[in-house]
């Protein structure tokens, strides 16, 4: 019986995600291609080994046998993007859960606290804000040397202030409502009022927001591993490709099109995702379909 109510709820509000526009479907698709790469392409779909090279076949065009063609070491395109998916996906998970864990601490504390705490807490979230965020990004990057792990570090320092002043200004609203004073009336303590009533409410904005970073997250790392911050050869990484294609565009369009697609379609897809889940978690929106 909890399996079929679960799965009614499912389908019904599938069908109530889909009803804001047909257009909701092409993020779903995105998200089940990037999925299945993520979790199965290594096992399944990859043909050859994305490190392994083969100068015989170097800059090999679009083929049977390779599908997006070969870089200059003779590595195949296709199993380098596809092992891609998994870095990107993997980088922008860890980055995201250490940008909320830290932000939605910090605007919790923040928020409820208030006074002197709230004053210290949100000025050194101002610090941060301060400077332009990818700025700040390559500066600790390069501080802490060229690789993908620092890289991360360094968005996820970016990113959490963001994340702390969004959940910050939801908490003061929230901590306003009745529910909130007649918990604090009935002796309910803290962690059951963050648990019990302002966790629930800031999931659906958490869930939007989270769902759009994901793509900024992506291509904020693509773009330091072009710099040349990130990941570094010969990992898969799309914006290392592309960096390594560089020299090799007139020649080889293959080199630069096929990782450059996939970083730009998986980006898009997040963020159509982002906006039709912030219609459809939004009540306002979803009274007007």
């Known amino acids: 019986m909890q399996t079929n109510g679960w799965l009614t709820s499912f389908k019904k509000g599938f069908r109530l995600y889909l009803r804001g526009s047909l257009l909701n479907l092409i993020p779903i698709v995105v998200l089940l291609v990037v999925a299945v790469f993520t979790f199965l ?13 083969n100068l015989s076949d170097r800059l090999k065009p679009p083929s049977a046998q390779y599908y997006f063609g070969t870089d200059e070491f003779g590595r195949d395109i296709f199993s380098r993007v596809i092992s891609g998916t998994k870095i990107s996906i993997m980088a922008a998970a860890f980055v995201l859960v250490v940008a909320v864990s830290v932000g939605f601490t910090v605007g919790v504390v923040s928020g409820l606290q208030g006074g002197i705490l709230d004053e210290v807490l949100m000025r050194i979230t101002d610090l941060f804000m301060a400077f332009p965020s990818m700025i700040l990004a390559m500066a600790i990057a390069a501080t802490l040397g060229a690789s993908l792990q620092n890289t991360l570090i360094a968005l996820a320092v970016v990113f959490w202030p963001w994340y702390a002043r969004l959940v910050r200004a939801q908490v003061l609203s929230l901590r306003e409502r009745e529910y909130i004073a007649a918990a604090h009336c009935l002796g309910a303590s803290r962690f059951h009022i963050i ?20 793509g900024y997250v992506i291509l904020s790392t693509a773009g330091l591993s072009y710099l040349g911050l990130g990941a570094q050869p010969p990992t898969p990484e799309w914006g290392a490709m592309i960096m390594s294609a560089r020299q090799f565009m ?16 998986t980006v898009v897809g997040f963020n ?18």
């Open 250 to 265: 007139r020649e080889s369009w293959w080199y630069t099109t096929f990782p450059g697609l996939a970083l730009v379609t």
């Open 195 to 214: 648990l019990r009533h302002l966790l629930p409410n800031l999931m659906p904005i958490l869930i939007t927001q989270l769902t759009l970073d994901v």
């Open 272 to 289: 159509l995702l982002g906006d039709a889940l912030r219609d459809y978690l939004d009540p306002k929106m979803r009274g007007a379909f």
């Open 41 to 53: 392409g290594d096992a399944f779909i990859v043909r050859y080994d994305p490190i392994e090279m």
